[in-house]
C-alpha cells in the first residue's frame, strides 16, 4: 500500500510556471512506476506524465501535448515525483494527479494502469 499526497497547484498566469510534488508514504517507492495525470471539468482523466526505471536507467513518457514543455522526475530518496510544468496554457487548466504502479519498469498511460491515486492538486492558468 502507498499513499500519495500532491502540492503545488496554483493560479499561475499564461506563460509562468508550476513544479508540483507528490510525496510517497512507505519504504517501497523505488518499487512503483509514477504518473501524472489531469481532468479538467466535464472531461476524462487523462496522462500527462509518467516516469519508471530500471537497470539502472530512467525512462520519462509525456503526453504530446506537454512534451517540451513539462518535465517529471523522482527522488527515490526522499520518495518524492515532480512535475515541472514551464510555458503554462490556459487549456493546462485542471485538476493534477498522482499515481503509483507496481513495477518500476514499465509506466502506463491509461488511468487503469495505476494502482494509487493521490487526492489531486488544483492547477489554473489564467489568459
Excluded at 19 to 26: E, F, I, Q, V
Aim: charged share 15%; proline share 2%.
Amino acid at each position: 500500500q502507498v499513499q500519495l499526497v500532491e502540492s503545488g497547484g496554483g493560479l499561475v498566469q499564461a506563460g509562468g510556471s508550476l513544479r508540483l510534488s507528490c510525496a510517497a508514504s512507505g519504504r517501497t517507492f523505488g518499487f512503483y512506476a509514477m504518473g501524472w495525470f489531469r481532468q479538467a471539468p466535464g472531461k476524462e482523466r487523462e496522462f500527462v506524465a509518467a516516469i519508471s526505471w530500471g537497470g539502472g536507467r530512467t525512462y520519462t513518457y509525456y503526453a504530446d501535448s506537454v512534451k517540451g514543455r513539462f518535465t517529471i522526475s523522482r527522488d527515490n530518496a526522499e520518495n518524492t515525483v515532480y512535475l515541472q510544468m514551464n510555458s503554462l496554457k490556459p487549456e493546462d487548466t485542471a485538476v493534477y494527479y498522482c499515481a503509483a504502479r507496481h513495477g518500476a519498469v514499465v509506466a502506463g498511460v491509461r488511468p487503469y494502469d495505476y494502482d494509487y491515486w493521490g487526492q489531486g492538486t488544483q492547477v489554473t492558468v489564467s489568459s
